[in-house]
């Protein structure tokens, strides 16, 4: 009778350490599944303090084609040679290196160009005569092109108004949003349509479809011949489209001061450009900071304001 009992005492017992046994090895693997997922691998290229944007994501809407002295410039302006492809480029101090020294010559060749209208128009406001049919020719092509009223002639208030929208972006802001939107050059947009800055279009066939496109849309984002065209564009936008009212007035403000024109107080001004508000002003300030991206705001020959 006592085997029969120290028996049955011993079975009880294996059977509680078997349960227990059974229900801690789910919790040890569950531990173990969290550790992986909640410990990072940080690559060289994500140790930045903004965020990696997605190659899909579509941010400004700008449908304008270029204007027509925009493309007798082209025309009478070739370029030669194609986009680095910056995904084969591993190293990334190397990459980054590539992508400004690739984009910086297209802002600067734009800013220089602004400049050299507006030393023009400055001469036009500082003349007491009367424009010439041409010069009002010139100021209509100009004001058309950045979306103001075109007229018969112009005051020095409308000289003024055209002046204000005709000024450079510094280099700093152009880099810093070029490689948010594109990826650093990788983006599908970047690779296939030369479009380093997210501007959609309208018109069926006008750029690429987005992944991410709700059915009910119908924009595409724009296709360009080639970078430049790109940079041309994305520079246009800022300095024409209503959305930004506010970077130009903060530029009006340095140019009055005579202060210098920086990536950092004018992006303060691209709340429009994406829905991510805030947030996405915040990620352009850090990627010019985090890469001193100041640096290249001076063009080697520079032309006076």
Request: hydrophobic letters at 35%; charged letters at 30%.
């Amino acid at each position: 009778m006592e085997r029969k009992i120290l028996w049955l005492i011993s079975f009880i017992l294996i059977c509680i350490v078997w349960i227990k046994v059974e229900h801690s090895e789910p919790n040890q693997t569950s531990d173990t599944q969290v550790n992986k997922t909640t410990t990072p691998v940080v690559k060289e290229d994500e140790a930045s303090p903004v965020k990696k944007p997605l190659a899909e994501e579509v941010t400004e809407v700008d449908d304008n084609d270029a204007s027509e002295e925009e493309k007798k410039y082209y025309k009478s302006h070739p370029i030669s040679g194609e986009a680095p492809n910056f995904a084969e480029i591993v190293d990334v101090k190397e990459r980054k290196k590539a992508f400004f020294n690739f984009l910086k010559p297209y802002v600067d060749e734009k800013n220089q160009l602004i400049l050299q209208d507006r030393k023009l128009l400055k001469t036009f406001l500082n003349n007491k005569r009367k424009l010439t049919a041409n010069e009002v020719k010139w100021i209509s092509a100009l004001r058309k092109s950045l979306k103001l009223e075109v007229k018969e002639s112009y005051s020095k208030a409308d000289l003024n108004a055209l002046l204000n929208r005709l000024d450079i972006i510094p280099v700093s802001l152009v880099l810093a949003q070029a490689a948010n939107e594109s990826a650093w050059g990788t983006s599908r947009f970047a690779t296939m349509g030369n479009n380093y800055f997210g501007q959609w279009c309208f018109r069926k066939g006008c750029g690429l479809v987005p992944e991410s496109r709700d059915d009910d849309a119908d924009h595409e984002v724009r296709k360009f011949h080639d970078a430049r065209e790109s940079v041309f564009a994305y520079i246009d936008n800022l300095n024409r489209n209503a959305a930004y009212k506010s970077l130009r007035a903060t530029r009006k403000t340095l140019r009055d001061n005579q202060e210098s024109i920086s990536g950092l107080a004018l992006a303060e001004g691209l709340l429009s450009y994406s829905q991510r508000g805030e947030d996405y002003v915040d990620e352009i300030k850090g990627l010019i900071e985090y890469n001193k991206l100041w640096r290249f705001n001076h063009p080697s020959n520079p032309v006076t304001p």
